[in-house]
């Protein structure tokens, strides 16, 4: 004798999926104690206030720990802004919010021969800009022209006070002195 077909029972199934449903809609109808989307923030209220631009991945130094890869001396690879598109991009940000504080950085800034004119670009637009640098590059002439350009301050890393381990970090010899020889140029 064969096994009997189960025997399905129509109205207690609808009634499960009823309570199934039930409980679903409950789950995703948001709470009155949870504030809805449009609770009265504006954009405004989303406004960025610190944004930092990796321009290019060219650098003068080979830390273990970089981020962008960022080796090649030369060439900022396929992927870099041309000076139009970092104008471009710093105009569309000012129309976000051109108060905000913007950290020019890398790869290594000062490595790309046009990032004075971007950083001037920027000041211009009323944005307070800063570097974020390695400090190598940084000499007299250098930091005369940052300041006549109206660039507010240069974030330098130093990673030890001993300049073996700095320069063994960075890849480079002669690393840690370059970077003090740019606070202190
Ligand atoms: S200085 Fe910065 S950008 Fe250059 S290799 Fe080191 S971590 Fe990368």
Redesign the pocket.
Known sequence: MGRSLPVLNFPALAGTLGSIQQQVSQFFTPSPTIPAPHDGRTVDDFKPYLIALNLT?R?????D???????TKSAGGDDELSTEECYKLIDQIAQVNKGCLLVI????PLVRPDILDIARHAVKLGFMVVFGT?GMLINDRMAKELVEIGVMGMGI?IDSLDPQKHNRF??VPGAWEAALAGIDP
């Open positions: 991945k650098c003068n130094l080979k830390c720990h970089c981020y962008l890869d960022a080796t950085t890398g790869g290594e390695n890393s960075r890849g």
